[in-house]
């Protein structure tokens, strides 16, 4: 029977879940998970965690942060005037806002926090600083 190794794409069902228990992400009801297994497509623990795995088996590993979206970082949070947000928005806890990079790519933000005249935005993902649960199952190996 083959065994997922670098470089195989590989097929996986998947339910993902924080330390509270509550699902942030599943593949339930969806066709499964592609990807090439060590190829940067997905966070880094999950290659680890499907790696030597056989077609029909089934885990739940929980992956740390920092091999997960990594650690929160305190230089991705900006307060910024509300002056310097688009004339026509109305800000809100919460909101997402993109923001064009000097290198052609575009930041996703978060805004967390709010004054009268100011906003504080955070760059982190989402899940950066969290530690990840994953219940997976290897359904296929190859195209």
Same mark, same amino acid.
């Given at each position: 029977m083959a065994?997922?190794?670098?470089?195989?794409?590989?097929?996986?069902?998947?339910?993902?879940?924080?330390?509270?228990?509550? %699902?942030?992400?599943?593949?339930?009801?969806?066709? /499964?998970?592609k990807? =090439?297994? #060590?190829? *940067? &497509?997905?966070?880094?623990?999950?290659?680890?965690?499907?790696?030597?795995?056989?077609?029909?088996?089934?885990?739940?590993?929980?992956?740390?942060?920092?091999?997960?979206?990594?650690?929160?970082?305190?230089?991705? %949070?900006?307060?910024?005037?509300?002056?310097?947000? /688009?004339?026509?928005? =109305?800000? #809100?806890? *919460? &909101?997402?806002?993109?923001?064009?990079?000097?290198?052609?790519?575009?930041?996703?933000?978060?805004?967390?926090?709010?004054?009268?005249?100011?906003?504080?935005?955070?760059?982190?993902?989402?899940?950066?600083?969290?530690?990840?649960?994953?219940?997976?199952?290897?359904?296929?190996?190859?195209e």
């Amino acid at each position: 029977m083959a065994i997922a190794k670098k470089g195989d794409v590989v097929h996986i069902h998947y339910t993902g879940t924080l330390e509270d228990e509550s %699902i942030f992400d599943s593949s339930e009801g969806r066709d /499964p998970l592609k990807f =090439t297994l #060590d190829s *940067g &497509m997905v966070i880094p623990g999950f290659d680890i965690m499907v790696t030597g795995m056989k077609v029909g088996e089934k885990k739940k590993e929980t992956i740390e942060a920092k091999n997960a979206y990594g650690e929160a970082r305190e230089d991705l %949070i900006l307060s910024v005037e509300k002056t310097q947000l /688009p004339p026509d928005m =109305t800000p #809100d806890v *919460g &909101m997402k806002l993109q923001a064009p990079m000097q290198n052609g790519h575009v930041a996703m933000l978060t805004i967390t926090d709010m004054t009268d005249t100011h906003v504080t935005l955070d760059g982190n993902h989402d899940l950066a600083g969290k530690d990840l649960t994953f219940d997976i199952e290897l359904v296929k190996i190859g195209e």
